[in-house]
C-alpha cells in the first residue's frame, strides 16, 4: 500500500492538468473561431470545429469529475483507517457493540469505495477519449484549405453592395482602386472609392462568405 499515495498523487496532477489544457484550448480556439474557419459555408470545417469544442468541454467536465471522484475516495479511504484504529482499540477494550457497528461501517465504505474507484476509471478513461477525439478533430482541421472559399469577383461585388448600403449610396457610385489578400489568406483588404469623396473606404472583408468585418 505505500505506493497508493503516489498513485493518487498522479490520479490529482492528471485531472489539473487536463483541465488546464481543456480549457486553455477552449478559450483559445473560441477567440480565433474566425481564424480555424467557424464563418466558413464549408460544412465539414464547421462541424470539426464543433467536435473539438464538444471535447475540449467534455474533457474539461471529466477532468473536474475526476478530481472531485479522487477527492470522494481519499476521504472514504482516511475513514476507512481511523475505522481500523478505533476496531484494534475496541478489541482490546472488549466492547463488542462499538466493534460491531465499526465493522458494518467499515464494510459500507469499502463498498462505496470499490463505486468511486470504478468512477474514476470511466471518468478517466473519458478525459483520454476526449483529449484523442479533439486532436484528431484539431488534425483534420488543419488539413482542411484555409484559402478564399468565395470568387473574388462575387466577393468584390458582395462587399461593394453591403458597403453602399451602409453608407446610403448606390453601389454604382463605387469604384473598385484595390484589393489585397492578407498572408494568413482569411481576409480581404478592399478599397473603394465614391464619386462623391476624395477618400477612398477601406473595407476589411471576410474571404470566406464576403461579409465586411471592418469598414474605415
Not at 81 to 110: C, F, G, H, M, N
Request: charged letters at 20%; proline letters at 4%.
Amino acid at each position: 500500500m505505500a505506493d497508493q499515495p503516489h498513485k493518487w498523487g498522479i490520479l490529482n496532477d492528471y485531472a489539473k492538468s487536463v483541465i488546464t489544457l481543456a480549457t486553455s484550448l477552449l478559450a483559445l480556439s473560441v477567440t480565433f473561431a474566425d481564424k480555424l474557419g467557424s464563418n466558413s459555408p464549408d460544412i465539414l470545417t464547421r462541424f470539426l470545429l464543433g467536435v473539438i469544442w464538444f471535447c475540449l468541454g467534455l474533457a474539461t467536465i471529466c477532468g473536474v469529475l475526476l478530481a472531485a471522484t479522487l477527492f470522494g475516495v481519499l476521504r472514504r479511504r482516511t475513514r476507512l483507517e481511523e475505522i481500523d484504529r478505533e476496531l484494534a482499540q475496541s478489541a482490546q477494550t472488549a466492547q463488542p457493540t462499538l466493534s460491531t457497528t465499526l465493522e458494518s461501517d467499515k464494510v459500507k465504505l469499502l463498498g462505496e469505495v470499490d463505486q468511486r474507484e470504478r468512477q474514476l476509471t470511466i471518468v478517466t478513461n473519458g478525459t483520454y477519449l476526449a483529449i484523442i477525439a479533439s486532436v484528431v478533430a484539431f488534425f483534420f482541421l488543419g488539413l482542411q484549405p484555409r484559402g478564399p472559399t468565395l470568387e473574388l469577383s462575387k466577393l468584390v461585388e458582395a462587399a461593394t453592395k453591403e458597403a453602399a448600403l451602409m453608407r446610403a449610396v448606390k453601389a454604382t457610385d463605387l469604384k473598385v482602386i484595390a484589393v489585397e489578400l492578407s498572408p494568413s489568406g482569411d481576409v480581404y483588404t478592399v478599397q473603394l472609392m465614391p464619386q462623391a469623396s476624395a477618400t477612398p473606404w477601406v473595407l476589411e472583408v471576410n474571404a470566406s462568405d464576403g461579409r465586411i468585418r471592418k469598414f474605415h
